[in-house]
């Protein structure tokens, strides 16, 4: 009872940024994301009847705690899916920066949950792996599918409707995105404890859900059209209403340093000399560049000459949930 899958991690052009249901995390409004090719998770299932817990390995580590609490609370929800009481050996490979607004858990929740689900001998459709994966973290359901996918929101309270829907597929269009690394740490407030203090404290918060329908029409408009300038300009507004209501939350924070400024400015600048190119910001302090193919050498250049930039990654768009046979993994 073994499997593995490799999930790729996504970007999220409307974010996803508040809980209707802490439990089930279940969103207070539809996000959309795009997947991409340079960031992923290799997640490796096996039950073993000896076992007397889960183990978890991450990059050869062993992990214990909250991280850990995660994943063996996941695999609890797999086990009662399946009504098998078999405990799991998970060994992941993250080629993803941990906790540091990369949305490394997308990756590893969708890797951990496609392998798990097989290996214990389910066979779910991609919705119904979704709306499962959903609830290890909750912008992971949108890397079950490539391309441009749709988390939505639902309207039930058990969550039953809650799941991604793909929007265009990885060939659809060729957009790059450049991942501006300027710091791989983990940061020191988590996604879920900003997303909660905003949502309890924000006056900005209403505000920002209520914008949510129309950016999301104008960006699917824009994707299915292939308009780069509409889907860059939406995708920039939305992140930057999003980080606006963390400074609208009692006590105010943010996950900016000032080189993520600097980076958001040279993007600006870059504009108006005629190249292309948008930001988007998770919750941490990295930016990702949203950019054309023909415009790749430029948008590198000026992004790796910026003072405090480490490191550019690129991505192209990325494929959903592949399955991986043990010669793969050589």
Known sequence: MKATAKAHTNIALIKYWGKRDEALILPTNNSLSVTLDGFYTTTTVSYKPELTKDTFTLND??????????VT??????????????????????AVPTAAGFASSASGFAALAAAATKAIGLS???????????????????????????WQKG????????FAVPVAPKDHWDIRVAAVVLNAK???????SGMKRTVETSPFFKGWVESIPSDLEAIKQGILERDFHK????????CLKMHATTLGANPPFTYWL??????????????STGVPAYFTIDAGPNVKVLYLPQDEEKVLETLRNISGVTDVRLSRVGQGIKYLEDEELV
């Open 61 to 70: 580590e062993v992990v214990v705690g909250e991280q850990y609490n995660r």
């Open 73 to 94: 609370n996941f695999l609890n929800k797999v086990r009662d899916i399946a009504g098998k009481q078999l405990y799991a050996e998970v060994k992941s490979i993250n």
């Open 231 to 238: 889907v860059g300009e939406v995708a920039e507004a939305n």
């Open 155 to 162: 309207e039930m309270e058990d969550g039953s409707d809650s």
């Open 258 to 271: 000032d080189t993520t400024m600097s980076v958001m400015q040279t993007v600006q600048e870059l504009r």
């Open 186 to 192: 983990m940061k020191k407030l988590s996604s879920r």
């Open 124 to 150: 779910l459709t991609e919705s119904e792996l979704s709306r499962l994966t959903r609830q290890g973290s909750g912008s992971a359901c949108r890397s079950i599918f490539g391309g441009f996918a749709e």
